[in-house]
């Protein structure tokens, strides 16, 4: 069955130091794989997508992502976090879009 | 946004009531899809149109209906709602091989 795990409910970094959301996917051939972020209160913004071509994607606000098809991951990397960049961060595959349970991220001054 | 509007944006009614959301578009994009939004769950689609008039289940379709009879609507119904459908509700819209994009949201209680 089709499947799409975060493993990490919730990560708290420091504001300047990198990150990275892991996403691993349970899935019969190479999918479509997406990232979105989501503020408190409000829907969500794509970050990135993987359709195919380069594994290495760049999305906006300075994040990009790694498709590793040996891994089944789809991990969402930042070089410096910012304030602003706390939200909710989800994980999707697919044309049928099957959603992670999502990251929380905490910004430390 | 890109160009969806949910209506209401937020609702609170009472177990056994029917209830309807609206999403409408002005993107005449030709996909929208229905999610439900529920802690440690992630985003759950519920139904989804391929068309006017086309329109299949999701994940989690028990207990909902949905109808498009315009490119620009498509409307979730809770025939009678019980207390398991609280959550917040999302729409979503996306061309053909597209991301989808999403509505700001409706936060359903019942009681």
């Known amino acids: 069955a089709q499947s799409v795990t975060q493993p990490d409910i919730h990560i708290t970094v420091s504001e300047g130091a990198s990150l990275e959301l892991r996403c691993n996917y349970s899935y019969g051939a190479t999918p479509y794989l997406f990232w979105y972020v989501q503020s408190p209160g409000q829907g969500l913004q794509l970050l990135l997508k993987?359709?195919?071509?380069?594994?290495l994607v760049q999305g906006i606000k300075g994040f990009e992502a790694e498709f590793k098809r040996s891994q089944s991951s789809f991990n969402l990397r930042k070089p410096s976090v910012h304030w602003s960049d706390a939200a909710e961060y989800f994980c999707?595959?697919?044309?049928?879009?099957?959603f992670g349970a999502g990251t929380r991220l905490t910004v430390k001054p | 946004d890109a160009g969806i509007t949910q209506s209401p944006r937020h609702k609170v009614t009472e177990t056994g009531t029917p209830v309807t959301l609206r999403c409408h578009q002005t993107e005449n994009h030709r996909y929208m899809y229905w999610y439900r939004q529920d802690p440690g769950h992630g985003l759950r689609l519920i139904h989804y149109?391929?068309?006017?008039?086309?329109?299949d289940k999701g994940e989690v379709s028990d207990g909902y209906s949905v109808s498009r009879s315009k490119t620009e609507d498509f409307l979730l119904t809770l025939e009678s709602a019980t207390s398991s459908q609280t959550s917040v509700y999302f729409c979503?819209?996306?061309?053909?091989?597209?991301?989808?994009?999403f509505g700001d949201g409706t936060r359903l209680s019942i009681l």
């Open positions: 149109s391929y068309g006017v008039k086309d329109t």
């Open positions: 993987y359709f195919s071509g380069d594994t």
């Open positions: 999707a595959v697919g044309r049928d879009m099957r």
């Open positions: 979503a819209i996306s061309g053909p091989q597209q991301p989808q994009h």
